[in-house]
């Protein structure tokens, strides 16, 4: 059994990257849909005033640390991840050692035309990744049905699902095990990555744990959102030492 972090009530496992891609692939190999989820310090922050997202995110199959905000967080409870273990790297490393396998994909999420072109994008970055369908993020509930047909009928190993949290999350949760699906990731805004509309931040930023000042400073409107990481800091302060 692989050993657990909790962070506001959110079981982390303690995991590196390689691991992280070695148990997906395990999951592939299984006879059910396994759900991974990625939480950053803000998905945490909603978890606390959110019982259903949290119940979702507790019960998830595999929970990486997204955001070294996690990283901080866990060292500050003397219990450290070994490492950030970011949605956006897990599945680029995945689509590495998918691109030489039978192993299929299905992308679900994103504008209209963003996802078709994270999808030829990562095809030629990774000659032999087996997409084998796709639709956007922007549907109703009404035309749920037939985005449930396409995947069945398309039977993909592993769903990246781009609809925000905790939305995606939700989503995962209530349609995983009537799915022909191995495992069901949720990825937030990462087809935008792929399709180069957003540009990540430079290896330096991300190797420092500062890609998300670099993101603050090309999005200066996400400063509402970065205030969340403070406040997650002092909730996990509050629940370490003012119990």
């Known amino acids: 059994m692989r050993k657990k972090v909790n962070i506001l009530g959110i079981p982390f496992d ?12 395990d999951f592939f190999k299984g006879d059910s849909c396994k759900s991974v989820y990625t939480p950053n310090p803000e998905m945490v922050m909603t978890a606390t005033k959110d019982p259903d997202f949290a119940q979702v995110l507790q019960e998830g199959d595999l929970v990486i640390p ?14 450290p991840l070994p490492e950030r273990v970011a ?22 999420g994103a504008a209209p035309g963003v996802v078709e ?71 937030g805004g990462s ?7 957003v540009k990540r931040a430079p290896v330096f930023f991300q190797q420092i744990g500062l890609e998300w000042f670099y993101r603050f400073l090309h999005q200066p ?10 406040k997650f800091l002092w909730y996990v302060l509050r629940d370490t030492y003012i119990k």
């Open 14 to 25: 303690s995991i590196t990257m390689e691991e992280t891609v070695d148990c997906i692939f």
């Open 66 to 79: 997204d955001g070294i905000g996690i990283i901080i967080a866990s060292r500050l409870r003397k219990n």
């Open 87 to 108: 949605g956006y790297d897990t599945v680029q490393n995945l689509f590495q050692k998918m691109k030489d396998t039978s192993y299929t994909v299905y992308f679900l």
């Open 117 to 187: 072109k994270a999808a030829k994008r990562m095809k030629h970055q990774y000659p032999g990744l087996k997409i084998i369908g796709s639709h956007h993020g922007y549907f109703q509930e009404k035309e749920e049905i037939a985005i449930l047909n396409d995947i069945q009928e398309k039977s993909p190993d592993l769903l990246l699902v781009g609809l925000g949290f905790p939305r995606q999350e939700k989503w995962i949760a209530k349609y995983k095990n009537d799915l022909p699906v191995k495992v069901c990731i949720g990825v």
């Open 191 to 197: 087809f935008d990555g792929m399709s180069g509309k």
């Open 221 to 230: 409107s996400r400063w509402r959102r970065m205030l969340q990481l403070p």
